[in-house]
């Protein structure tokens, strides 16, 4: 059989390849929970946790979502979460909660807002002391840190201090280089283009 | 009060942002189904995509889930499709479908690997060729294009030509311009950093 035969050429590649991808698998030896900020102005922030929301459900992990700043408009993942989530075993009404006062342009009301994004934050709180959460997902956070709704080294100091086993996902764009810095993985998701640019309305089940 | 009353200068910044939003709102008048790349290096592509997914279960609608690549190693998405959602109304065991033969580093046979593609492609066309699947996600599809697993025009002409109302999701790096020419929305997951780099191993309910 001739060296030239893509067969065997894709082989010896692949053969490689494996090496150094169970190589990166040996070397990873830490485990523990996790910080994960999505971040930027792209499409797939939010629905990235949620999607760890159902690989977590999977297992039958309990998982904890708190929403900062969306629900005035009901969503699929409401939906899901009120209505689908909890008929299993391990997902309750109280692990889900949503600020609901919708977006600073809708309530344009500063002090009611602060007041709203504590009393969401209490329930954050609450789960990342909570042993149990396998994975709390706190979703749009990032802007009640650039609004500065919330005090940073309150939530700073509440994501550091939780469970080991616990991992923290982190959803909206900016919110500053502390809770970059103390995320294990960063992703800037970038929008490269988007269907609503050219006048196409927002779906059901894709975008809310 | 004082122009300079923190809360007033909120409102008043808020009551112009939401002329914006509204504006925005009003022109995007366009309904139909929509395909949203998700590319690029960093975490958030599957999970993106399983998010989505999540959303348009808690709206009952029908949704086909088709993994290339992934399906050798047990997934939370993996628990989720076959055990949970197939509870939810509209969701089959059939809805679902994994190209099952690992990694191209794990299997070393491109022939073997270019008709286990074909076989699952097949599955795909079926979905997009049926105005009952509202969401569909080809979760890896980019590296079947990469790999030259599937033919790219195939491919193309398949999600053109689906329902009108179908929205698509394709996941993966890469997969070359035609792809993302043909999306409506394209997402670019940057990688920021990894906790993988730190040695950190990879986490049910996280990462798979």
């Given at each position: 059989?001739?060296?030239?035969d893509?067969?065997?050429?894709h082989?010896?590649k692949?053969?490689?390849q494996?090496?150094k991808?169970?190589?990166?698998?040996?070397?990873?030896?830490?485990?523990?929970g996790?910080?994960?900020?999505?971040?930027?102005n792209g499409?797939?922030?939010?629905?990235?946790?949620?999607?760890?929301v159902?690989?977590?459900?999977?297992?039958?992990?309990?998982?904890?979502?708190?929403q900062?700043?969306k629900?005035?408009?009901?969503?699929?993942?409401?939906?899901?979460?009120?209505e689908?989530a909890t008929?299993l075993?391990?997902?309750?009404?109280?692990d889900f909660?949503?600020?609901?006062?919708?977006?600073?342009?809708?309530?344009q009301d500063r002090?009611g807002?602060?007041?709203a994004?504590?009393?969401?934050?209490a329930?954050?709180?609450?789960?990342?002391?909570?042993?149990?959460?396998?994975?709390?997902?706190?979703?749009?956070?990032?802007?009640?840190?650039?609004?500065k709704?919330?005090?940073e080294?309150?939530?700073?100091?509440a994501?550091?201090n939780?469970?080991?086993?616990?991992?923290?996902?982190?959803?909206?764009?900016?919110?500053?280089?502390?809770i970059?810095?103390?995320s294990?993985?960063?992703?800037?998701?970038?929008?490269?283009?988007h269907?609503?640019?050219?006048?196409?309305?927002a779906r059901?089940?894709?975008d809310?």
């Amino acid at each position: 059989m001739s060296v030239q035969d893509p067969d065997q050429k894709h082989k010896k590649k692949m053969q490689k390849q494996k090496e150094k991808v169970d190589a990166h698998i040996a070397a990873a030896d830490v485990e523990r929970g996790v910080v994960i900020l999505l971040t930027g102005n792209g499409k797939g922030k939010s629905s990235s946790g949620f999607g760890m929301v159902l690989r977590a459900l999977g297992y039958d992990q309990k998982v904890g979502v708190v929403q900062f700043i969306k629900g005035v408009q009901l969503s699929g993942e409401e939906i899901f979460l009120k209505e689908k989530a909890t008929l299993l075993p391990n997902f309750e009404a109280s692990d889900f909660y949503q600020m609901g006062t919708g977006f600073t342009w809708d309530t344009q009301d500063r002090s009611g807002d602060i007041k709203a994004a504590e009393e969401t934050w209490a329930v954050a709180e609450r789960m990342l002391s909570d042993p149990r959460y396998h994975l709390v997902l706190l979703d749009e956070l990032t802007y009640m840190l650039a609004y500065k709704y919330l005090d940073e080294q309150r939530v700073l100091d509440a994501i550091k201090n939780r469970p080991p086993e616990q991992s923290v996902i982190v959803t909206g764009r900016g919110g500053g280089s502390a809770i970059q810095e103390l995320s294990d993985t960063v992703s800037e998701v970038k929008n490269v283009k988007h269907a609503y640019d050219h006048h196409i309305k927002a779906r059901k089940g894709v975008d809310y």
